[in-house]
């Protein structure tokens, strides 16, 4: 389907995001163990993305619906680009992709974009996947007069990338090694955190992303200090438009769909027992679908 074609899809009273048939693959590759980097030709999508919305795709017409938060965009050439890690059988396939290579399905953008205004002092703190889907929002946020701090982790040296993108959209930056292999600081992320705002720097809002266990233990990391947390949730999630309720969260004691409601939320209203065990079900038949592929 041409960009001309774009099927529009409704939900709630909004648009869900626009479906785009035969996307061709510009570039994929690996850029470190694991995690890679996909940008797509989606004119349509390119032109109405946010910071912190996401995109689903499949990779062929047997593989699952993947949620992917949005890494970066060029509105003008038209193209969009996330970041993701080869966990199970259709991450893996997409690393197996090549320019050239076409997706069945991407549709986007989905979700609410992210809140930003000038806040003041901004920490941004990711790893994984996450340290590219920040990027946006970093760079906005640098835009609207903030003075950002970007705080990236990762468990070795060797698992850290677009260090150097980050360095023009934001005032600094703060490396974190579990290992210590890289210099900075040596441990996990959030207590660096949680080290910076016991300093008494002055912050006026944070923003994380990566994997829910690292959302969680930002989130108790920052709640003594009464600092407004905003975490992007990644539910098990299968249409993104609201209709199969897979994705549900609570949040402040309501239950909340991460996909029409999300998919960032305040961290400190976040139900994260809930969430971390909802994610577990299907990880044996995760494991032997890999096992099989």
Not at 6 to 31: F, H, N, P, S, Y
Not at 182 to 197: R, S
């Amino acid at each position: 389907m041409s960009d001309s074609q774009d099927c529009k899809t409704e939900t709630r009273g909004r648009a869900a995001g626009l479906e785009v048939r035969g996307t061709e693959i510009l570039e994929q590759r690996m850029l470190v163990p694991n995690v890679n980097v996909l940008t797509v030709r989606a004119p349509a999508v390119a032109r109405k993305i946010q910071p912190g919305q996401f995109i689903i795709l499949r990779v062929d017409d047997h593989s699952e619906r993947i949620p992917l938060t949005v890494a970066d965009w060029d509105r003008e050439a038209g193209t969009v680009t996330c970041i993701f890690m080869q966990v199970g059988t259709s991450t893996q396939k997409l690393g197996a992709t090549k320019p050239g290579d076409r997706l069945p399905t991407f549709v986007g953008p989905l979700g609410h974009p992210l809140e930003l205004e000038n806040y003041g002092t901004v920490v941004l703190t990711g790893g994984c996947y996450g340290i590219g889907a920040l990027y946006p929002a970093a760079r906005r946020l640098k835009e609207l007069g903030n003075t950002v701090i970007a705080m990236v982790e990762a468990r070795g040296s060797f698992l850290l990338y677009w260090v150097e993108k980050y360095r023009p959209v934001v005032d600094e930056i703060i490396i974190s090694t579990f290992d210590g292999s890289k210099p900075g600081k040596k441990g996990e992320g959030p207590l660096h955190l949680a080290d910076l705002l016991a300093s008494g720097r002055h912050v006026d809002r944070i923003f994380a992303l990566g994997c829910t266990f690292m959302m969680f233990e930002t989130a108790k990391a920052t709640q003594p200090f009464g600092i407004k947390t905003i975490v992007s949730l990644n539910p098990i999630m299968i249409d993104g438009t609201g209709m199969c309720g897979a994705c549900r969260v609570v949040v402040g004691g309501e239950t909340k769909f991460a996909c029409v409601d999300g998919p960032d939320f305040d961290a400190h209203q976040v139900d994260w027992e809930l969430l971390l065990s909802r994610r577990k079900p299907y990880m044996e038949a995760e494991a032997v679908s890999v096992e099989n592929w």
